[in-house]
């Protein structure tokens, strides 16, 4: 039975990903979940062997990409992904027993989760004191700690310590959702599907230009980028490495070609692997048969071409 | 006498950008700092007009875009950046008046700078525990009030608050730098330097290639883009706005001309100022003056061209 | 009255070019004509000051361009193009009075004519065999003075040698239409109307992608590419001179920053004119007007935008 | 022994060019030359499958593209090129036995070879009539049938018919160069020597930028385009066919992506071929096997890369 690392404890948004792509067949068969101190902790016990796979975060619709996972895979030994999972993240305010929302005066919550619920507490708790916590789930503990009389927190926190729910479904973006993969050591991708996505961490050349040389490598063969992020990597203020989603498998002729010509021009290239998508986004690249029979047809000498 | 809001209280690192601004004469004269609960807070004080500036971090070498920031540029009536400062970001370790360094048991922390010094405490406080705190200020505050034995701060917070300087200049990377932008209600951009920095929020219709030819009409006419990050517009999961700076001045004709593209193919583009960039990064656009004096020779009819 | 040069005798195609353009008011008044013996002989009496102007075919719907006017375009003292008209170009049997088709035996032609109506004389004139002459008129004289039966000419060459039509509207290609255009020395470019063509020739660096860069100038600024014509700069093989037509004018913002963009970057560059085309072909640039009001109010530092 | 089809009768410039060829062991073995009437002529004895293959002109450092050649390989069934050679060209003036060149009165020549030597014969014979003949042995045959004095020929023409040399190395423009090719009925092409030159013919949509994308399709992948030229398809003015050459040979990775890409995309392409260049001209292809052997291995889940 394969063990699976998660952010923990018990009860996190990182879990509840984990059943989903438990209950969606991604992995082979039942798996052992291993929490993890933090989302960073996860993908090191996969690094050092204590575990076959990690589930984290990578995307959120409303806070954008997740920077530590990001880049957790950019550096380190290579990790691949092979699957993703969306969920809707909205917000559980748990209440110490007998205490209405009305009463609360100090509201506990992690400053992630503060930020995404701020016009709701300013609407429904504009008196309460924010009291910082560690996590959502700590922000859960503190309430029974006695630090806070309410927490911004999760359904799963909850019935863990047996708080109450003042109310469910909680954030200031409607449809808030969070996109989590599962990462492992590399091997070879999962099949083509014909609605995949391809990941990879790009640094370039720091020459004018050179962005737009590495975009049109997947414009010019018709290849749908759909997620670009940049972060800073670290040695100098105006310097980024890129990470860039795009729709196709690494075994769709298009994509394939666009790895090669960056893996040819780029400063560093790092593949991080093609999945399964969970919704079709995008145009699919070219297909290549074709044009393939067209050429092989030229290089056999055929004639009426 | 302008009155320039900050991220206060007294002593945060972006009221030290403020006093580095000053000292360069990016006012003109002396201001009145005003001091306020957050980055966004600041801002709003400038949309309320209680302000006439605000001084805000937009970017770090070590965590990349500073996101309220950006999102508060892109969204709300527009303001203007006029001026930038680059500071190098290290933390103070403060304790209790007594507490030597080995006797810390519980060390304070902002969550993002405990991110930072990850690895100093590692190394420093292995057994300490990690106690959450609002702000780099409140865990001085916190170690004042006795929830923690040292805090990770700044060493005006220490000054503040009379603790003791136990570590300084501690960073898990060396040569961490923040960007530090003044923003106020838009007006003319300060007079052209050479060496310039434009910037530019851009939102681009969803097709293929759209991103790729954005980037064209910079690199087409010579124009060196030197930050590039994507935010989601929070309006579902891949869908982003641009923010792009580029080296040069909407008064040099090759700016204004990919303003003017971007204006009339962009789904939205909002101009967020040209300003004295703080060092040469970049390769400066074209002078248009030849091309323009050969023109202008054509249009009437000179002959020998 | 503006003497314009033609390439002659009277009765040539570009005699009835220039009459056309008369027709279509491209002159001030009425003009004289000027025969000359050649298409470089009209170019080099304008440069000669000895007329105003000269009509020379430009570009044929069969052969493609007209490569000595383009030569003599490119090279010696700037000419400019200000008007054009497009000629239905179909040749007239022409025989020696009381000779019939089928008792022709000796057919004269010049041989670009000849090869226009090559399988014209296959299917009516199998056995004849073909004279070579000098010109479309020399076949007429050829006629005249005996040296053939019939001739591939002109009907206006036929009724100033009084020969027999013995055919007419033969070309083996159906709408073959030549372009026509009057040069003169540099001037101010007629007014734009909306529906112009500008044309240059354009030398370029021999580096790898300097042609697509010098094509993504017009492309990246919506500007559509009418005719796109090659010729050896006969400096040695594989170097190049291109002539480039597009739509719109020197007055439209988008053409103005495309030549001057050209300017800065190609190794040779030379403005042939902008003048009104005789039909609507192709895209007109993008307006400039609301990009240009959106740019002047960022540099008043309007706040709504 | 195989037949090869030339532009006759003994002596053109075109039967050089194939004796180059043959020293050159083009041909496996010794050749049968069969003169042809055309460079037309010549294409079709192939097509009829009369001749294993022709010699035609295709380019010219003083002309261009010969056009002809051009139309008649992108038209009807398909040919490829298997073998170049480059011929320096430069006229013979021949005489009647007895004439001296200050006594040539009237001077024959093909109109093409007019051309080519106008300032020589304006500087060498002002006063000689121009007497206009079908063909550079044309010239040499009416000169031997008394209607000029003397011809603008080949040495070779004048050894056939016992004629006078007057003149040799007659060129108005220094080291003009004829390209000749060696075209024959499909079949897969010569190995790849890693100086090679590809050739195709194009026709795009009718759409701003399709130019400009098929172009990109080359110079994305690192392809030196060595000759580009643009005929019209008689279809209407405005529309044309192009024929391009590039360093490399359809072996080569990214060129086979090239034309696979161009497959998809164009209205039209055919292929006419990878054959060894007579000199290295341009830049050869990026190879494709480091990127390659890492993409396998991507594929595999190798770990380290």
Same mark, same amino acid.
């Given at each position: 039975?394969?063990?699976?690392?998660?952010?923990?404890?018990?009860?996190?948004?990182?879990?509840?990903?984990?059943?989903?792509? &438990?209950?969606?067949?991604?992995? $082979?068969?039942?798996?052992?979940?291993?929490?993890?101190?933090?989302?960073?902790?996860?993908?090191?016990?996969?690094?050092?062997?204590?575990? $076959?796979?990690?589930?984290?975060?990578? $995307?959120?619709?409303? &806070?954008?990409?997740?920077?530590?996972?990001?880049?957790?895979?950019?550096?380190?030994?290579?990790?691949?992904?092979?699957?993703?999972?969306?969920?809707?993240?909205?917000?559980?305010?748990?209440?110490?027993?007998?205490?209405?929302?009305?009463? +609360?005066?100090?509201?506990?919550?992690?400053?992630?989760?503060?930020?995404?619920?701020?016009?709701?507490?300013?609407?429904?708790?504009?008196?309460?004191?924010?009291?910082?916590?560690?996590?959502?789930?700590?922000?859960? $503990?503190?309430?029974?700690?006695?630090?806070?009389?309410?927490?911004?927190?999760?359904?799963?926190?909850?019935?863990?310590?047996?708080?109450?729910?003042?109310?469910?479904? +909680?954030?200031? +973006?409607?449809?808030?959702?969070? *996109?989590?993969?599962?990462?492992?050591?590399? *091997?070879?991708?999962?099949?083509?599907?014909?609605?995949? *996505?391809?990941?990879?961490?790009?640094?370039?050349?720091?020459?004018?230009?050179?962005?737009?040389?590495?975009?049109? &490598?997947?414009?010019?063969?018709?290849?749908?980028?759909?997620?670009? &992020?940049?972060?800073?990597?670290?040695?100098?203020?105006?310097?980024?490495?890129?990470?860039?989603?795009?729709?196709?498998?690494?075994?769709?002729?298009?994509?394939?070609?666009?790895?090669?010509?960056?893996?040819?021009?780029?400063?560093?290239?790092?593949?991080?692997?093609?999945?399964?998508?969970?919704?079709?986004?995008?145009?699919?690249?070219?297909?290549?048969?074709?044009?393939?029979?067209?050429?092989?047809?030229?290089?056999?000498?055929?004639?009426?071409?």
């Amino acid at each position: 039975m394969p063990r699976i690392a998660y952010f923990g404890p018990s009860g996190t948004f990182t879990e509840m990903a984990l059943a989903k792509l &438990e209950s969606l067949e991604a992995f $082979e068969g039942p798996v052992e979940r291993v929490p993890a101190p933090s989302q960073g902790a996860a993908i090191d016990l996969v690094r050092a062997g204590q575990v $076959e796979g990690a589930v984290v975060p990578i $995307e959120s619709s409303v &806070e954008g990409s997740i920077a530590p996972t990001l880049d957790a895979l950019a550096l380190g030994p290579r990790l691949q992904i092979f699957a993703e999972t969306d969920l809707d993240v909205a917000f559980t305010i748990l209440g110490r027993p007998g205490v209405a929302l009305e009463q +609360v005066r100090r509201i506990a919550a992690y400053p992630v989760a503060a930020a995404q619920v701020r016009l709701w507490l300013a609407a429904h708790l504009p008196q309460a004191e924010l009291y910082t916590s560690a996590s959502n789930a700590a922000a859960a $503990e503190d309430v029974a700690a006695g630090h806070a009389d309410a927490a911004v927190s999760t359904s799963l926190a909850g019935q863990r310590l047996g708080l109450t729910t003042l109310a469910d479904g +909680v954030a200031d +973006v409607d449809q808030a959702v969070t *996109r989590f993969v599962l990462v492992a050591a590399p *091997r070879p991708a999962p099949a083509r599907t014909g609605s995949d *996505r391809t990941s990879i961490v790009l640094e370039l050349a720091n020459e004018p230009g050179s962005l737009m040389r590495a975009f049109a &490598e997947f414009a010019t063969r018709g290849i749908d980028l759909t997620r670009i &992020e940049s972060r800073p990597t670290r040695t100098g203020m105006g310097t980024y490495r890129f990470y860039l989603d795009c729709v196709g498998h690494i075994d769709d002729t298009a994509v394939a070609e666009a790895l090669k010509a960056l893996h040819r021009t780029a400063a560093r290239i790092r593949f991080l692997g093609s999945w399964p998508a969970t919704a079709a986004t995008g145009t699919p690249p070219p297909p290549d048969a074709p044009a393939a029979a067209w050429l092989a047809d030229l290089k056999k000498g055929v004639a009426d071409l």
